[in-house]
């Protein structure tokens, strides 16, 4: 993190030229391909079983009341497995397809996992349960996928579809507003309509029934769920005023929840949750696209009740965004520069972001250009997604491929001096940086120099190389 190059000003870099003397890398990143020939791939999640694999979604093959969704497998090798853990049929008009998947935290010994598509033929949202086969790891059970959410569509957009259990063991649901445009559907819309699961982030309990006469809902509302008892309300919803929060993502070190949705002709959005969220948050859609006020006079959240964006940028100059993507908070040793930052892209204007939360607010890079394919380009970007090993993927639609972010030449959070090593040099830049108050010191990028990021750099030096 010798300089920090992409972030540090240059005075501070002039203000500690000891620590500036090593050549700082003009590619920090590099996209390494690691699969191609895929059907829109959008979603890389590991099995939390030790088995070095990743599970890629491919949103749809054909197209209408034909099209099938698959999961494929790459094995610890990176080789996708020519055969299908598991293909679905699905609807395919639009944005629909098969859209999220996760893994039950105990996927290790109850084989347990989770999908959400579109219902072939409705374009209903069906959230689902599968298991892995029982010999063969690498195929789903035959017959197992059993509907636990049905969730009515009245159009072919917005379905979110991201799913992901959170550090408290539910399995949290993006529902979009049911579609078309401006959110047209009754007086309120469905964002602000709490008798419908569109527009919301849901979250419910697997391993209870509160349906038990109903084989299309398999979950259970957790007791402190923010509408249980409200009169009128689906007890399923945890925060509302969404309109398509197509990718997300938990923390994987603080259980903070990233939401990116969106926005309709002006405004995309970044939503941040922190850990400590009781839920009930409303997001505003359709009275507000991030910040922007929609529709005045509309039945929505006054400001004082909206729980606003942390960032937005544009459809039109500077940022020409048409649709965000997100995303994942990057925790992994191999990108040293984007620990802690919320890693997201635009799908139109194909650029990447960095967004991190630092003592004087939020600060968003454009790092587009300093990620540098190896092969093919990254472009039309529908997703991202990590490995077991928290290394960061991203999912290009279009071309049918992924890459592997990687930071070249650095070994870790504790590389200070960029040396591709770790020894006792890298303590004397640490001290040399805490000193100088440089920016390399603050290895969680917070914007502070405390014993939080020695700490991180004990643990990153006793771990070794990634
Ligand atoms: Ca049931
Ligand atoms: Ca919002
Ligand atoms: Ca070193
Ligand atoms: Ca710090």
New binding site residues.
């Given amino acids: 993190m010798m300089c920090a190059a992409r972030r540090v000003s240059l005075s501070l870099c002039a203000g500690a030229v000891a620590l500036c003397s090593s050549p700082v890398a003009a590619q920090p990143f590099e996209a390494e391909l690691v699969a191609s020939g895929l059907a829109r791939p959008v979603a890389v999640v590991p099995p939390p079983d030790g088995s070095g694999r990743v599970f890629i979604v491919e949103q749809r093959t054909g197209s209408g009341n034909t099209a099938v969704g698959h999961i494929r497998v790459m094995d610890a090798a990176g080789t996708v497995l020519p055969a299908d853990f598991i293909s679905i049929d699905v609807r395919g008009a639009s944005e629909q397809g098969l859209l999220g998947l996760t893994f039950h935290p105990d996927f290790a010994t109850n084989r347990r996992l989770f999908v959400n598509y579109s219902q072939r033929n409705t374009g209903d949202t069906v959230v689902a349960e599968i298991l892995a086969d029982s010999t063969d790891p690498n195929v789903a059970q035959v017959g197992s996928l059993n509907t636990i959410m049905l969730i009515d569509q009245p159009d072919t957009n917005h379905n979110g579809g991201w799913i992901e259990f959170g550090p408290d063991g539910y399995l949290y649901i993006a529902c979009g507003d049911g579609g078309s445009g401006n959110d047209p559907w009754g007086a309120l819309g469905n964002g602000q309509n709490l008798s419908t699961k569109l527009g919301s982030m849901l979250r419910v309990d697997v391993d209870g029934d509160d349906f038990p006469g109903d084989a299309n809902n398999d979950y259970a509302v957790p007791a402190d769920n923010p509408f249980v008892g409200i009169a009128g309300a689906d007890e399923a919803i945890w925060a509302y ?3 398509n929060p197509w990718r997300n993502d938990f923390d994987p070190q603080t259980g903070d929840l990233y939401i990116a ?1 969106v ?1 309709q002709f002006n405004r995309e ?1 970044v ?1 941040h949750q922190p850990a400590s969220s009781a839920g009930g948050e409303n ?3 359709r009275k ?4 922007r006020l929609n529709f005045a006079g509309d039945p929505g959240p006054d400001a004082v009740d ?4 942390v960032d937005e940028y544009t459809h039109g100059s500077p940022e020409f965004g048409c649709s965000i993507t997100g995303g994942v908070v990057c925790r992994t040793q191999t990108l040293p520069d984007l620990w802690g930052e919320f890693i997201f892209a635009d799908f139109c204007s194909d650029r990447v972001y960095a967004l991190r939360n630092t003592a004087s607010g939020w600060v968003r890079e454009n790092i587009t250009a300093d990620i540098v394919p190896d092969a093919g380009s990254v472009s039309g970007i529908g997703g991202f997604g990590r490995d077991a090993q928290g290394r960061v993927y991203v999912c290009s639609l279009f071309s049918g491929t992924i890459h592997r972010i990687t930071q070249p030449g650095i070994c870790g959070l504790a590389d200070i001096n960029e040396s591709g090593n770790l020894n006792l040099d890298d303590v004397d830049a640490l001290v040399a940086a805490f000193i100088a108050s440089g920016a390399d010191a603050d290895l969680d990028q917070n914007g502070l120099w405390n014993v939080d990021d020695i700490d991180l750099f004990v643990a990153s030096f006793l771990a070794g190389c990634p």
């Fill in positions: 005023g969404l309109r949705d926005g959005e939503n997001y505003g859609w507000w696209e991030g910040t909206t729980t606003f964006p």
